[in-house]
Structure formats: C-alpha cells, structure tokens
C-alpha cells in the first residue's frame, strides 16, 4: 500500500486559515473543519484556494444549519450538523466506533489506519486533551474548555499531524492568524469522542468504518491506479537523475507537485534531467530551480512556472 503524501507527511494540500473574524460567531470549528477539506487538493497539486474560500462557506453552512454568524452565538456544531455541512461539501463519510467511552488506544489505531490509507479524519476532541508539540502547551491561549472539532491529516512518528482552524495568535475579534499548519498533537493525551473518515475527490469510497479490517491490499488513492499517473511515476523515478544518485528525486515537492498536474492539463515537460537547486530570477529573487527535458520549472513564493 504505497500512499502519496505532501512534503509535510499529509494526505492533502490544505489552506491555512483562522476561523476567527471579527462579527461572527467564534463557535464554527465544525464547518471550518469540513471546509478545510473541501477547499484541500490531491498532495501532488499544489493548492490554490484562499483563507477567504474557507471561511465564506463555512460563515454560510453555519447561518444554514445553526444559527446567526454573530458573536454572541455560542451555540456550535452537532455531529448531525457536521454530517450535514460534509453532505453540501459533496463529500462522503463513514464514522468511526469512536466515542467518549471507545478505549483511547483503538481510536488512535483507527485514525492512524485510515490516514496510511489516504483519508483524512474529522473528530472532536476534548480541548483540555490538545498539546501541540512545537509550542509545548494547549494553544487554546483563551482557556480550553468543552470540544472542539478538527482535522486529522497525517502522521509524524507517534503523534498525529492536525489542521486546526482554532489554534491562532491575536484577538479572538481582532486581528489574527492562524499558526502555520499542521500541527502536531501529542497522541497520548489527546481524547476523541467521535472521528469520522472522509473521502475526497481523488479517493476511492471508503469500504467500511473500521479502518482496521480493511484488505492491506487496498488502494486508495485513485491516481495510484490512473494509467496516466503511474506513468508519471514511472517516468520520474526511472529518471537519469535516478540512475545517476541511485536513489529517486522526492516526489512530495511543489515542482514534482506542478510537474505531473501541468501533464494531466496535457503539457509533459519531459523526465526530470537534474535535481532541485537554487538560484535567481532577472530581478534577483531567489528561486528553486529543476531542469527537466523539455523545460525549466522556476519555483519562487509558491508558485511553479515552466519555460
């Protein structure tokens, strides 16, 4: 089971954005983190959605199925409202036997198993439970109380990679950001009352709710099945460049990202004829810089040109 992932060990590409702006509730971590997944793209096309794409859906799904986006709504997301803003993503879900009284051990195996097959993981998780690693506390700076929903993205070591619209810096109703994802929590305290697995548009449908049981033959990810993909892959990893370092070129990089969607949109720029290096442009920014047979890709503020 071979799974395509981002240069930071996800499943997908997401945004980075606050769920906190001024004049609306500060209780939405529900459609923020479905949201989050709908504006996503495959781990090998780089992302091009905004903050903005983000939080106007879910401003709207909440004020759909909740209540007024003011701030003094407090009401938040039931599970039955998740499903619902999951529904209007055109999205498909199956939840997890994850619940307050599952057995911490088996819903951590759960969530790990579905992220090595590809899929994301929405759940909630008890506020008091989140440690991020990199801040060494609860980013909860306000007082972490109650539940809280996020996303389930990958795995780093033991611990689980979180895209967390809620973990921020600066005013609640002011201005903020949020901190750059993902996040790693720590597993051991984290405390999950329900997960649910999500398949998104380059997934295949999610066989059943228990992760566990599923064939270790399974293959996810669609384009690990595409024609077109896996001579892609083939392409890049049989590759000069390949042949002379003895090893293949990452393939988790925005410029291997760009190359192979600029070749689904019909453009093949070639095998890749060197590896990544640095450089600049006529007007003396600095670059990444990769030659392949047909081209040059140009990689400079995250975006990928081809000449």
Excluded at 71 to 90: C, E, L, M, Q, Y
Excluded at 157 to 180: E, F, K, R, Y
Excluded at 184 to 191: A, C, G, I, R, S
Excluded at 253 to 273: D, L, N, S, V, Y
Aim: charged letters at 15%; proline letters at 6%.
């Amino acid at each position: 089971m071979a799974v395509m992932l981002n240069q930071h060990g996800e499943v997908a590409n997401f945004v980075n954005a606050s769920q906190f702006v001024g004049g609306h509730s500060e209780f939405e971590c529900g459609p923020f983190a479905v949201s989050h997944i709908k504006f996503s793209t495959a781990p090998f096309i780089p992302n091009t959605y905004t903050a903005v794409d983000l939080q106007e859906w879910a401003f709207t799904e909440y004020v759909k199925y909740v209540g007024p986006d003011v701030p003094s709504d407090t009401k938040g997301s039931s599970i039955d409202n998740v499903h619902r803003f999951i529904k209007d993503a055109s999205l498909h879900w199956y939840d997890m036997p994850v619940s307050a009284a599952s057995a911490h051990s088996d819903d951590i195996a759960r969530i790990k198993a579905a992220l090595s097959y590809g899929y994301p993981v929405i759940a909630t998780v008890t506020e008091q439970s989140v440690y991020d690693i990199a801040l060494g506390k609860n980013p909860y700076w306000w007082g972490a109380s109650g539940t809280h929903i996020i996303v389930y993205s990958g795995v780093k070591g033991i611990n689980l990679l979180c895209q967390d619209t809620a973990n921020v810096v600066g005013a609640l109703q002011g201005s903020n950001w949020a901190q750059p994802g993902p996040r790693e929590y720590l597993v051991t305290t984290l405390d999950n009352s329900w997960a649910s697995i999500i398949q998104t548009p380059w997934l295949h449908p999610i066989p059943n709710g228990d992760p566990l049981t599923w064939s270790k033959s399974f293959q996810a990810q669609i384009a690990n099945t595409d024609p077109l993909d896996k001579w892609l892959l083939d392409t890049w990893n049989n590759s000069v460049v390949t042949a002379l370092k003895g090893k293949p070129l990452p393939v988790t990089t925005g410029i291997a990202a760009a190359w192979r969607m600029k070749a689904h949109e019909g453009h093949f720029m070639g095998p890749p004829i060197s590896g990544e290096y640095d450089s600049v442009d006529n007007d003396g920014n600095k670059i990444t810089v990769q030659d392949f047979a047909r081209g040059q890709a140009n990689w400079h503020n995250g975006q990928c040109t081809f000449i």
